[in-house]
């Protein structure tokens, strides 16, 4: 299989409710529906994307500044998109960086703005922005899966508790984003939530004492390790995470290809001795603070007994929400499930 290949025969439309919830219309994904292949499908989509690039600019030019916005919104949700379901490639990379090209665009322009911060961490620096609801509001620090993009899905959640009056930082850390292929992700990302959480209280405008944390897939996973070595977080949201890597046995290819990326791994190197690695276990006992466990009972990657590990393992108050009949983080009840979590964690940090 080439590095720009995975499906031989796609079925698109599974993926519809996420690329339409976080900024494609279903115009133009009808348009390129009949494509052969994901790369062909994600040229013609990258297409689309420099289109509304392009549109954002010249809206810009003329001080059209809604325009631009919603330009620039498309354009990265759809480089974003065309990469998707591709494997790892020096193509694959110069499309996310697209996509993130066009959200600087956009950052500034937006209400309140998303400030970019670049937090030195280590040997690099994490790249994030911040949007501050306001001055001494509580903060919600957001943490993307293997697929996503900080520009793309995070924006989009960040919104929900943005309008519940948080402010919100959402960014890379190690093995994620700008960071993938620079830093691997191993045990260093709690490490990096720590230093994010230090360079944070610099702001006088971030209520330190009322943070919380929220991740998605992989890094629901990821959020629920940093809430258990990182006491000023109050409250944590794992929607769709897992207790451990036993989950990979249902990965699709490009996913596999993601996870060995983030942690730096060839191919040729031992991925099952690393992904045992990857679990809560050794943090047992450690969450002792208030943990919200969203899953869908149609979920066909992350199963009930990791829901039921995951409960298990935090010590602290929590609440499990299976939603009947949603698939994986739900996408396809986003409608129901964002402003109950968005509302759970406003009044966690009350």
């Known amino acids: 299989m080439s590095s720009t290949q995975l499906l031989s025969t796609p079925d698109y439309k599974p993926f519809y409710s996420r690329f339409t919830h976080f900024g494609v219309t279903y115009s133009d994904l009808i348009q390129i529906e009949k494509e052969s292949d994901w790369l062909a499908w994600g040229k013609q989509l990258s297409e689309l994307a420099e289109k509304y690039d392009l549109a954002g600019r010249e809206a810009l030019s003329k001080d059209r500044k809604v325009s631009a916005k919603e330009a620039w919104h498309k354009a990265s949700a759809y480089f974003h998109y065309a990469q998707i379901n591709l494997l790892d490639s020096p193509y694959k990379q110069e499309i996310r960086s697209r996509s993130r090209q066009s959200f600087s665009r956009l950052a500034p322009l937006l209400e309140p703005e998303a400030v970019r911060l670049e937090i030195p961490f280590e040997t690099t620096t994490i790249p994030g922005y911040l949007r501050i609801a306001y001055p001494g509001a509580p903060c919600v620090i957001l943490i ?20 519940r009056g948080n402010s919100v930082f959402f960014f890379d850390g190690p093995g994620q984003g700008e960071l993938y292929g620079h830093v691997s992700l191993n045990d260093n990302f709690e490490r990096a939530v720590s230093t994010a959480i230090n360079y944070l209280n610099e702001f006088s405008e971030i209520d330190s004492q009322r943070l919380g944390l929220f991740g998605v897939s992989f890094g629901g996973y990821l959020a629920c390790r940093a809430a258990a070595c990182e006491p000023r977080i109050k409250a944590c949201i794992s929607l769709g995470g897992f207790f451990d890597s036993r989950v990979f046995s249902h990965l699709p290819p490009y996913a596999l290809d993601a996870i060995k990326g ?18 809560l276990e050794p943090l047992r006992g450690r969450m002792d603070r208030s943990l919200f466990i969203v899953h869908g009972s149609e979920d066909t990657i992350v199963d009930e007994e990791q829901v039921r590990a995951m409960s298990e393992w935090a010590n602290g108050f929590k609440k499990v929400w299976i939603m009947e009949g949603a698939e994986h983080v739900c996408t396809d009840q986003f409608g129901f499930c964002l402003p109950e979590i968005s509302d759970w964690i406003s009044e966690q940090l009350v």
């Open 144 to 163: 993307g899966g293997l697929d996503s993009a900080k520009e793309v899905e995070l924006y989009h959640f960040a919104e929900n508790f943005l309008r």
């Open 262 to 279: 983030s942690l730096g791994l060839s191919e040729t190197d031992d991925f099952a001795s690393v992904a045992t690695q990857i679990t």
